[in-house]
């Protein structure tokens, strides 16, 4: 899955991550910067997915060295405390059942 914090006025980072064991969200690369998203994309998804493909083998234990008790502590760890206030709003699903 791909998170861009502060899209769309500010599309110049990107996270990838996997919901990795289930309830587990898996981060697998941070793009940032409009010239290291546009000429690294492509090479981080490829990466991305053959990280995910060791952890489902059980083949990359570091994937685990780190973990956040809730929302809230991972975000901490990005934006300090100054978490943006839509960061941990819940979003409606859209009309035709995909979020936008």
């Known amino acids: 899955m791909e998170l861009r914090p502060g899209a769309p006025v500010h599309s110049d980072i990107r996270i990838l991550f996997a919901v990795e064991p289930p ?22 998804v490829m990466a991305s997915a053959d990280m995910l493909r060791r952890v489902r083998a059980g083949q990359a234990p570091e994937a685990t ?3 956040y008790d809730n929302p809230r502590s991972f975000l901490e760890e990005f934006f300090g405390r100054r978490i943006p206030p839509t960061a941990l709003a819940r979003r409606r699903p859209s009309p035709c059942g995909r979020r936008p």
Not at 24 to 44: H, K, R
């Open 65 to 67: 060295a780190h973990g």
């Open 23 to 44: 309830a587990t969200a898996l981060l697998i690369a941070v793009l940032e910067g409009p010239e290291v998203v546009e000429s690294q994309f492509p090479e981080a």
